[in-house]
């Protein structure tokens, strides 16, 4: 499920601030962006969010700050140097072999790492009592973003229930319509067995009657119509439960279009194969929106 949450916070003169993204996606992806200035944090925030989280496509950012960064920035004069030496033994040698470089600005020399120092924390900042805080409060981050997850999974509910009543509402038109061509298929066999009569000097009367019991069975879609109605009372048990269920809501969509197709396979009838597409349009919109679901 998609949700967004952020959060700040300060210690021990450092700033920081939190931006937390997801998306859907079949299992746990975490990707965490965090700057140099604390090193170790990366494993116990892992540990924190997969504790929390078990499916989407997780980003998390991290920001630090010196809170008297406010007071201007500082250049590094060695670094610098490092940086112009680095940029005319470039030029140099794109000269050597008939190459004409654009010539950097000001603005692409301060972008260098090292070169202007204040701001952002450096790796010399570190602490353990800076990685303490950080990992103390990233589970406020985490109950906003779980927050929101709820907010957007109760509404997924409310849609997906939705759906399972159309849904239901089709099987229950399907089962009107095999019902009524129940007869419309018992005369059509009777007449083919009279054309066959007819039509050859000697009939096998058990092997016709073998043989247009097959066809009969070939077209019945009982078993189908049980199975798509056992499926639907499977999902809203599941959406019922509180604990994740997307994947497993993902594999009983897949159940519920094969039963689908075999419905429309079998149906041997324009208004039964309607409902029966009807069916399959309903069944994928359902899906899309289990693709949401943790």
Same mark, same amino acid.
């Given at each position: ?204 009367? $058990?092997?016709?009657?073998?043989? *247009? /019991? %097959? =066809? &009969?069975?070939?077209?019945? !879609?009982?078993?189908? @119509? #049980?199975? +798509?109605? $056992?499926?639907?009372?499977?999902? *809203? /048990? %599941? =959406? &019922?439960?509180?604990?994740? !269920?997307?994947?497993? @809501? #993902?594999? +009983? ?9 075999? =419905? ?31």
């Amino acid at each position: 499920m998609t949700a967004f949450a952020s959060r700040s916070g300060s210690a021990g003169g450092v700033s920081w601030s939190w931006e937390m993204r997801g998306v859907n996606a079949r299992g746990l992806d975490l990707r965490l962006r965090l700057p140099d200035g604390v090193a170790g944090i990366e494993p116990a925030l892992r540990t924190k969010l997969s504790a929390r989280l078990t499916r989407g496509a997780i980003t998390l950012t991290l920001r630090l700050t010196r809170e008297e960064a406010a007071q201007g920035l500082a250049l590094d004069e060695a670094q610098l140097e490092r940086v112009l030496d680095a940029l005319g033994e470039i030029e140099q040698r794109a000269l050597s072999r008939g190459l004409t470089l654009a010539q950097p600005t000001a603005a692409d020399v301060l972008g260098w790492r090292g070169v202007v120092s204040g701001g952002e924390l450096e790796a010399g900042d570190d602490g353990a009592a800076l990685a303490r805080a950080l990992e103390a409060d990233v589970d406020g981050l985490l109950d906003a973003f779980v927050a929101m997850r709820a907010v957007e999974g109760a509404a997924l509910h409310r849609v997906i229930a939705a759906q399972l009543d159309v849904i239901g509402g089709f099987v229950a038109r399907a089962a009107d319509l095999a019902e009524a061509r129940r007869d419309e298929t018992r005369a059509g066999l009777t007449a083919a067995l009279r054309r066959v009569a007819e039509d050859v000097a000697e009939v096998d009367e $058990a092997r016709l009657a073998q043989e *247009l /019991a %097959l =066809l &009969a069975v070939k077209q019945d !879609v009982t078993e189908e @119509l #049980d199975r +798509l109605r $056992a499926h639907v009372t499977a999902a *809203l /048990a %599941l =959406l &019922a439960e509180d604990a994740p !269920v997307g994947r497993r @809501l #993902d594999f +009983l969509a897949q159940e519920f279009n094969r039963e689908a197709n075999t =419905l429309c396979a079998k149906s041997q009838s324009q208004p039964l194969t309607a409902v029966g597409l009807e069916l399959k349009a309903a069944i994928e919109q359902m899906r899309e929106q289990i693709q949401n679901v943790e």
